[in-house]
């Protein structure tokens, strides 16, 4: 073993031969002549800024009451029954003392809000970085901005007791079944999963009982996770219901 290669301690770490660099974190922390701003975007820096958004999430949600997030497309028009159905689910909600969490943007999620602050309740928005510009929408009274999807779905499961799930797209999906995949692994218990819009979502629970179900990717008890229903206040007894058992427990 070649014993004279340079090394250097870095914290807890040893890095040897080639991969000692130039000049030291110090260094190239003081000295700005010429230096271009490629740290901000390195990987131990990201954890910094990973840390503090969690840091950030936890603070401003820690004092919320018992939340519900809704889930839906962006995309969804004002004049939409879709929309109308969400403001419904919003208020409903609201006015059963929970919280609304949504994404923070436009279409059901501006609807869900919508409905909980008219409502006099408490209206969250949880809104995401993407690279076209989207902003809280306006019936936000609480709203916190994150880079990172994963720190974001966090709090969207963390601060709720329920998910609702609207017709939507990709995110929606990507969302509805993180929360279902949550629920089967007993990640979390106690936690309803409810779509709302019976005629959208019914092909999609058709081929999880039809095909996932009858393959045995899944069992009987993981299809059976799902509620669907078109009913604001059946999809909020639901979620008492599961409060309920979860209390007694």
């Known amino acids: 073993m070649n014993h004279t290669r340079p090394e250097r301690r870095q914290g807890s770490s040893l890095v040897r031969g080639g991969l000692v660099p130039e000049s030291t974190h110090d260094q190239r922390l ?4 010429g230096r271009p701003a490629n740290w901000l975007h390195e990987d131990p820096w990201r954890v910094l800024r990973i840390q503090s958004e969690f840091v950030e999430g ?5 004092d919320l009451p018992p939340a519900v997030t809704v889930f839906g497309s962006a995309r969804t028009g004002i004049d939409s029954p879709e929309y109308e159905l969400a403001v419904k689910v919003g208020s409903a909600l609201a006015k059963a003392g929970y919280a609304v969490i949504t994404g923070g943007g436009p279409g059901v999620m501006e609807a869900a809000n919508k409905g909980a602050l008219e409502a006099g309740g408490i ?25 990172y ?38 990640k979390v218990t106690s936690f309803p999963v409810i779509m709302m819009g019976v005629q959208f979502w019914s092909p999609l629970i058709d081929w999880i009982r039809d095909t996932l179900m009858v393959t045995g990717k899944i069992s009987r008890e993981d299809a059976d996770l799902i509620s669907l229903t078109d009913d604001p206040d059946e999809a909020v007894r639901l979620i008492v219901e599961a409060d309920r058992r979860a209390a007694a427990q």
Request: hydrophobic share 45%; proline share 3%; no cysteine.
């Open 123 to 147: 209206s969250v928005g949880l809104g995401i970085e993407l690279p076209h510009e989207q902003r809280l929408n306006d019936y936000v009274n609480l709203g916190v901005e994150f880079r």
């Open 30 to 33: 003081l000295d700005r002549r």
């Open 58 to 62: 936890f603070g401003a949600l820690a």
């Open 149 to 186: 999807f994963f720190v974001r779905k966090t709090m969207f499961v963390k601060y709720a007791s329920g998910f609702v799930a609207l017709p939507g797209g990709f995110g929606t999906l990507d969302e509805l079944f993180e929360a279902l995949t949550l629920v089967q692994t007993r």
